[in-house]
């Protein structure tokens, strides 16, 4: 298989970790006897600083024509002060707009022997295994511009989605549950909102074309409160814009850390932006140090949504369970009697796994 991918490593230790993700597609590359090309643009803080713009029309045209792209992060304090429309996040939603970019997947799985890392007790969180289905072009984040009138001291915000985009989105919900363990809650907030009255109506509709899927309405409030107290009653959770992204950072919780997630955002046709969750930490950029397994695991959705290979894509997860099972974490885990090591020697040892597919064999060969 030959496949285009642009890598967008953004700010910070998106830099960083980049070069982890294309390291691990080079082993699957060479092991699958697959082709990956891949082609490097900016885009948030480094566009700013380059072209003047957090998403030049070049790192758009590259990605319009690329089978996937790869994202690092953006951000940093460096330009918090701009104006909003010279913010690295605007190249973020950006280039979501510009591909279509409709929905937003992300797993969230607590790893067994990292269980202790998270502020929740290790039973709470044993067994969770969860998938967000996110709406990412519509909502608040993309209603009128924002403005402020009366001096500043009146604000608005809108929110809006037509019945087309909250559609395309339930049945992305409707087809995970379908392929994991037929179970899907819808989040909204319908006893306030409209737009929410319209979703939980299109959900009702939509449910007699999927017979083989249960589905719940879960009102948002109350969903974020289960996602604490009872995480492992959720399979897979479909939401809009805001309350997917606030019900998905507030999941992260689960694994312990930021590091460990990864996501995926797909269009229509198949081709999708695939990311760490993590941001661009830029108290660590540069130092070595951080987690490249949100990134690598990132890359993982890659091969599964994107092009289809399945094998490919659950070696590389398998990969990063053994690397972990036998103790090995970055500085972000807090793992008993574990090894400390930093994001060259993590993304060394997956390799090595993808390479001999022996866990036991690389991890007594290729770090001791």
């Known amino acids: 298989m030959k496949k ?25 590359a060479e092991e699958y006897n697959h082709s990956f090309n891949f082609e490097t643009h900016e885009i948030g803080g480094a566009a700013i600083d380059q072209y003047g713009t957090p998403l030049p029309e070049t790192t758009v045209d590259a990605c319009k024509q690329a089978d996937a792209v790869l994202l690092g992060a953006v951000g940093g304090p460096k330009w918090d002060n701009n104006p909003s429309h010279l913010r ?15 929905a937003n997947l992300r797993p969230i799985k607590g790893f067994k022997n990292l269980l202790h890392a ?9 067994g969770s295994d969860l998938l967000i289905v996110r709406e990412l ?4 984040y993309f209603g009128t511009p924002s403005e402020r009138r009366d001096n500043g001291n009146f604000v608005v915000d809108t929110l809006a989605y037509s019945r087309q985009e909250i559609e395309r989105i339930v049945d992305k919900g409707f087809q995970a549950a379908q392929g994991r363990h037929g179970r899907l809650t819808s989040v909204d907030k319908a006893n306030v909102l409209e737009s929410s009255k319209l979703w939980r109506e299109v959900v009702e509709e939509k ?7 249960f589905v719940e309405h879960v009102l948002v409030d109350a969903a974020a409160m289960k996602l604490i107290t009872n995480p492992t009653q959720f399979d897979v959770i479909v939401t809009e814009n805001l309350f997917g992204d606030i019900l998905s950072d507030e999941a992260s919780v689960l694994t312990g850390s930021l590091g460990m997630l990864p996501s995926a955002s797909l269009n229509e046709n198949g081709v999708g932006l695939y990311e760490p969750v993590h941001g661009s930490a830029p108290d660590i950029a540069g130092k070595g140090v951080a987690n490249p397994v949100a990134m690598i695991l990132s890359t993982a959705l890659m091969l599964r949504y994107s092009f289809q290979l399945e094998n490919e894509a659950k070696v590389i997860e398998d990969a990063v369970q053994s690397v972990l099972d036998a103790g090995f974490h970055t500085g972000d885990l807090q793992v008993a009697d574990g090894r ?3 994001t060259a020697e993590m993304t060394n040892l997956i390799v090595n796994y993808i ?10 060969s290729c770090y001791f």
């Open 4 to 28: 285009h991918i642009v890598l967008l490593p953004g700010d910070g230790i998106g830099k960083e970790v980049i070069h982890s993700a294309k390291d691990v597609l080079h082993a699957i």
């Open 88 to 102: 690295p996040e605007r190249g973020l939603l950006g280039i979501r707009k510009a591909l279509d970019l409709y």
């Open 118 to 126: 998270s502020p929740l007790k290790e039973e709470v969180v044993a």
């Open 137 to 140: 072009t519509g909502g608040l």
């Open 207 to 213: 449910k007699a074309q999927y017979p083989d899927v």
């Open 340 to 342: 400390l090591v930093g």
């Open 355 to 364: 390479r001999s597919q022996n866990a036991s064999k690389c991890i007594a």
